[in-house]
């Protein structure tokens, strides 16, 4: 089995979580790469890939990669946000996976929080349409945190069984 791990990260939150899913995955070969340095997909079996949430939604450059994945190919992807784990804010981007990953088979999704930049926190906490968000993305300030690259590793493995067996 060979795995990509390829990753999109601003300020190393998602970088931090994809090393974490590219420790716990064992295999006859890996890779770990920023999205910029992946050349060619077809040799993978298994394609690991992340994000941050921007705008509650996939960044275009992630879109980009995700539409250049080959046809078929066994995917799973995770994200980093400021936004509450679980919550609905979060959910937004990976519902919309669905739409762009279309002839892929979606393994699976994990998400977890990042600490938000603070100038940006400062700027939309000052508008009124953002400043709820705002709110609730502050206290994402000391994520991503151990536990959240444990559950990182905990769901790789998991998607590297669903990979072997499915
Ligand atoms: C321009 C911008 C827009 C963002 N929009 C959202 C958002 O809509 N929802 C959210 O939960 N987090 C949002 N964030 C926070 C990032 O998703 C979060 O800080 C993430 O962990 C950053 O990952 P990185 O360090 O890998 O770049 C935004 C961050 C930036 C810089």
Same mark, same amino acid.
């Given at each position: 089995?060979?795995?990509?791990?390829?990753?999109?990260?601003?300020?190393?939150?998602?970088?931090?979580?994809?090393?974490?899913? *590219?420790?716990?995955?064992?295999?006859?070969?890996? /890779?770990?790469?920023?999205?910029?340095?992946?050349?060619?997909?077809?040799?993978?079996?298994?394609? =690991?890939?992340? *994000?941050?949430?921007?705008?509650?939604?996939?960044?275009?450059?992630?879109?980009? *990669?995700?539409?250049?994945?080959?046809?078929?190919?066994?995917?799973?992807? =995770?994200?980093?946000?400021?936004?509450?784990?679980?919550? /609905?804010?979060?959910?937004?981007? *990976?519902?919309?996976?669905?739409?762009?990953?279309?002839?892929?088979?979606?393994?699976?999704?994990?998400?977890?929080?990042?600490?938000?930049?603070?100038?940006?926190?400062?700027?939309?906490?000052?508008?009124?349409?953002?400043?709820?968000?705002?709110?609730?993305?502050?206290?994402?300030?000391?994520?991503?945190? /151990?536990?959240?690259?444990?559950?990182?590793?905990?769901?790789?493995?998991?998607?590297?069984?669903?990979?072997?067996?499915?």
């Amino acid at each position: 089995m060979k795995i990509l791990v390829a990753y999109l990260s601003e300020t190393g939150n998602t970088e931090k979580v994809a090393k974490a899913i *590219f420790d716990s995955v064992s295999a006859d070969a890996k /890779e770990l790469l920023p999205l910029d340095n992946v050349f060619g997909l077809d040799d993978y079996d298994l394609i =690991f890939c992340g *994000f941050p949430v921007q705008a509650h939604s996939v960044p275009g450059k992630a879109q980009t *990669f995700i539409n250049s994945i080959p046809q078929g190919k066994k995917v799973a992807f =995770f994200a980093t946000h400021g936004s509450l784990r679980g919550g /609905e804010r979060a959910a937004s981007a *990976f519902h919309q996976l669905a739409g762009i990953a279309t002839d892929l088979k979606i393994l699976g999704t994990f998400g977890a929080r990042g600490k938000v930049k603070m100038d940006l926190l400062d700027a939309l906490s000052e508008k009124p349409e953002h400043k709820a968000w705002a709110d609730e993305a502050r206290s994402a300030v000391t994520h991503p945190d /151990e536990a959240d690259l444990h559950d990182a590793g905990e769901f790789a493995r998991d998607i590297l069984l669903k990979a072997r067996h499915g």
